[in-house]
Every structure is written in C-alpha cells, then in structure tokens.
C-alpha cells in the first residue's frame, strides 16, 4: 500500500493479507515501489504512484493493483493485462465530491474569494468600496463542459441549478445520458460561447494539451477556465500566457503539470487563479468509500474473483504465486 488510508479499510485487508504500508506523506520513490512490488501479490496504488510495463515486468507474483482513484492514466493497463494482472480502480463514488469542488473553484475564481482572503490577511482591507475585488456573475452565465461522464453531468446538475446557460461537449458517443436543461454543442462552439468552461475529461493520449493556445484563443474574453481533471490536459504555458495577456479572466485549478506545481512557477503570481493540491476527492465520507472500494477490489482478486470495479475485464487472472505450476 503506497500511502497509509482510512484505518478500518486496512484493517480489513489484514485478515486476508499481510499488509505493509509506505510510512510516509510523500510518494514512495520509483526505485523503492519497484523492489517491494517483486515480492507482492497486490499493490494499492494512488494516482502519484507510476504503475509501468517495467514494473509490471518485474513483479512475477503481482495478481492486482487496485488504484484509489478514478482515473489510470498512472497505470499501464494493457500491460497489466497481458501478464494476467487485474486493474482496480474507484469510480462513482467521488463524482459529487469532485463536482462540488470543481463548481467551488468556479465560485472561488469568479468572486475572487481567494485573492480578497489573501488582501484581509495581509491587512490591505481598509474599507468597502465600488470598485473592490470586482468580479463575474455566476447566477444566469453560461457553463461549458468539456466531457460527459458522471463528474461532467453532476457538474451541469450544479449549474443548472444556479440558473446557468448548460452547454456540454463530449467525443465518446457511448454515452448519452441526458441532464435536463443540457445542450450538447461542438467544441468550437461551447468555448465561444461559455463564460465558465469546466474540464472532466481522463487523460489520455488524445486529451493531453486538449486545451492549447488555439483553444484558449478561441474562448470567450473574461471567460473563466476550471480544471478539476488532469493537469495535463491543459498546455500550462499556454494558459499562463493568455491570463498573463488579459484574455481570460481567470482559473480554477485543482491539478497542475507537473504536479505539484513547483514554487517559482509564474502561475503563481497571477492574482485571479485559484490553484488547490488536487483534493477534488477529499472528503471523509468519499474517501473512506474509495479506500473501502479499493481494498474490495484486492480481496475480490486474492479470493479468485474479478474486482467489482475493473478497468480490464477481459483479463485471464494470474494464478497465486503457490499454485502448482506457476512460472
């Protein structure tokens, strides 16, 4: 177990198996996951931890790795797969948590909440003015959702019931569940027209820099970009450019590339982003179900079973290290 997690999930996997768990708040270094996953069964992975075809490789009696996330763009799945190992990973559980976030971050850029508590704290308030901390109305703008998976819907849930103008854009034409007062629109038009513009799409191959120069070119002026995905579904150099330059009007981002941000990063210095430490899922309630999933998900394996959330179904299970015959 790469992090220490909710106590009555470890617990519960102590009576299945023997459990070590990285000690400390950081990640556990790439050369020290690699050593401890040769000799493991099953790993409970977090989305810091890199999950490669060498490690994979290296690690003959490894039967499952269970990611306390969503996403597993951390993961080599089909590289997983092909050695007989079942990916696990948390979905549904931290799609209100995360929305509710994401719609934070939007409330928090729009209204400048962040920038005011930092002025009070350093005792710049001096009075109520006209013209202070100026910013976007939220109540009756327009809301676009870049992907249509449960966070982006539960998002448009959130806007709509703010008053907000939906708009929503997705590539998958798998799914098609409707949020009523939602209209699906193409890409080009939802940056023009949105005020506020909210990514929750995975990262992947093809959604890596999705949102580049070109994107945020096209996007409204003043509009506010939020990003509660992965970092690197935004170019950053290009967003901080385009902040820097005026045109958009703010950011709310709750993940970075590289992650975490590093201190000397210029996006620090502009006054109208929000940044958070990626805690989209961080409550205690959607946090002890993620740990609880995910602890499922191994004993499902190590009982011969398929986690009840897996990203890679068709995998042929490896046998347990003391089967005979294993190789």
């Known amino acids: 177990m790469t992090r220490a997690i909710a106590p009555a999930a470890i617990a519960k996997l102590r009576k299945h198996a023997i459990v070590e768990v990285w000690p400390r708040e950081t990640p556990p270094p790439y050369a020290q996951l690699l050593r401890r996953a040769r000799e493991a069964d099953a790993l409970l992975t977090m989305v810091t931890d890199r999950i490669d075809a060498a490690l994979i490789a290296s690690a003959p009696k490894l039967r499952v790795i269970s990611n306390l996330a969503v996403g597993l763009d951390n ?6 797969t ?10 549904g559980v931290l799609t209100d948590a995360t929305a509710d976030l994401a719609f934070a971050l939007l409330m928090a850029a729009a209204r400048r909440v962040a920038e005011g508590d930092r002025e009070v704290r350093a005792g710049k308030w001096q009075t109520w003015g006209p013209a202070v901390l100026l910013g976007h109305d939220v109540w009756g703008a327009t809301l676009g959702i870049i992907g249509w998976g449960q966070i982006g819907r539960a998002m448009a849930r959130r806007g709509i019931g703010f008053n907000m103008r939906v ?3 997705s590539r998958s034409t798998r799914n098609r569940e409707s949020v009523p007062g939602a209209t699906r629109v193409s ?30 070119a096209s996007m409204k002026p003043g509009a506010i970009l939020i990003n509660t995905a992965r970092g690197a579904v935004i170019d950053q150099r290009a967003l901080y450019r385009s902040l820097k330059a005026g045109h958009l009007g703010g950011a709310g981002l709750d993940v970075t590339d590289p992650e975490p941000i590093a201190p000397g990063d210029p996006m620090l210095k502009l006054a109208k982003v929000v940044i958070t430490p990626h805690i989209g899922s961080a409550s205690y309630t959607t946090r002890n ?39």
Do not use: W
Not at 82 to 91: D, E
């Open 75 to 80: 993961i080599d799945v089909a590289a997983a």
């Open 82 to 91: 092909a050695q007989g190992i079942a990916v696990g990973h948390t979905p």
């Open 167 to 169: 708009l929503y854009t």
């Open 187 to 216: 890409m080009k038009r939802l940056l023009q027209k949105s005020d506020f513009v909210s990514l929750h799409v995975p990262l992947t191959p093809q959604t890596r820099h999705l949102i580049g120069a070109k994107e945020l």
């Open 289 to 327: 179900k993620m740990a609880d999933i995910a602890t499922d998900n191994i004993i499902a394996v190590l009982e011969g079973r398929l986690p009840r959330f897996c990203a890679n179904p068709e995998v042929r299970l490896r046998p347990p290290a003391s089967y005979p015959g294993h190789i």
